[in-house]
């Protein structure tokens, strides 16, 4: 029995808003609605807020005009520039409010112009994975204001906030359900959207090891996927071991994946939402192009987020 039974994944691209609407049903998971809106400008975060709220409020409302929510429940996939992502040391010792206060020394001294109480920050141990051989942590900041926008927008619209995530880990949620991971839960995925690139090796289906940088150019994510793998090498994180290799982002394509293919001999799977997994509502089949299903993996996979 599902925490509530229809929850709608919203994600912010540099270009445009997309929606995915997914119901809990007793026949199983059901994508009810589906869409997206491109914004008339850049949406910057970090601007006015007047003006952000208003491309984000158009984009929004143009999506619902043609199909409204079921649901009051939204949570948010957002990208790489909302955050601060970061590996540091994760002592064991501490309690709760104690290694909080640590990750915001640490943040203070890394970004000293900026206050370490302006952040939200959440945590994943990486001690339970084997391979990283360290009691490291990632740990994932993102300003409060920016959070408060996003909520004032929910607030408008009579919608209840449930989470906001990194684009790249939101996509994530969905390899467990559709990713048909025969080998094992060590995967790497890679998520490209907004000239963003971000690599991760997921261990036991938590992702332990990032990569992310600004593309000059989309040509250069073959030489970045090589550069990734090689940091993995120096990390002596095993590849044979691995039990696949996804892809998603709203700048991703069938192009790119047997372009990938090419150059690495192994499948990077499309993240499609639409699978096996996930029914798709007959009353959409036919209003929105399948082959462009697989660019919805972050609004899809915070939609199917339950904790």
């Avoid at 409204?68 to 040391?89: D, H, M, T």
């Avoid at 095993?238 to 700048?251: H, N, Q, W």
Wanted: glycine share 4%.
């Amino acid at each position: 029995m599902s925490l509530y039974q229809c929850h709608t994944g919203l994600n912010i691209t540099g270009d445009r808003l997309q929606l995915v609407e997914i119901e809990y049903k007793d026949e199983g998971l059901i994508l009810s609605n589906i869409g997206e809106e491109y914004f008339d400008e850049y949406p910057d975060p970090f601007g006015k807020e007047t003006k952000f709220n208003s491309l984000l409020q158009k984009a929004f409302d143009e999506i619902i005009l043609r199909k409204p929510l079921k649901s009051n429940f939204v949570s948010f996939s957002l990208p790489f520039y909302f955050f601060k992502i970061l590996e540091l040391p994760f002592d064991h010792s501490l309690i709760k409010t104690d290694l909080i206060d640590q990750f915001k020394w640490e943040l203070a001294t890394l970004y000293p112009h900026e206050k370490e109480s302006e952040f939200l920050t959440q945590h994943i141990d990486l001690s339970g994975c084997k391979e990283m051989g360290n009691n490291n942590a990632i740990l994932i900041s993102a300003q409060k204001k920016q959070l408060k926008i996003i909520h004032k927008f929910c607030v408008r619209n009579n919608l209840q906030l449930k989470f906001a995530d990194y684009t790249h880990i939101a996509a994530n949620n969905l390899i467990q359900l559709v990713g048909n991971n025969e080998r094992g839960n060590n995967f790497v995925s890679l998520h490209i959207s907004d000239r963003y690139y971000s690599f991760s090796y997921n261990c036991d289906n938590i992702p332990v090891f990032f990569d992310i940088k600004r593309l000059g150019s989309i040509v250069e994510i073959i030489d970045s996927v090589s550069a990734s793998f090689e940091k993995v090498k120096k990390r002596s994180l095993p590849i044979d071991s691995l039990g696949a290799y996804f892809l998603s982002g709203a700048d991703v394509s069938e192009t790119l994946a047997g372009q990938l293919k090419q150059n690495f001999e192994t499948d990077f799977h499309l993240l499609n939402p639409a699978g096996e997994a996930i029914i798709i509502d007959e009353k959409i089949k036919d209003s929105f192009d399948k082959n462009e299903f697989h660019t919805f993996a972050a609004p899809a996979g915070i939609a199917l987020r339950l904790i």
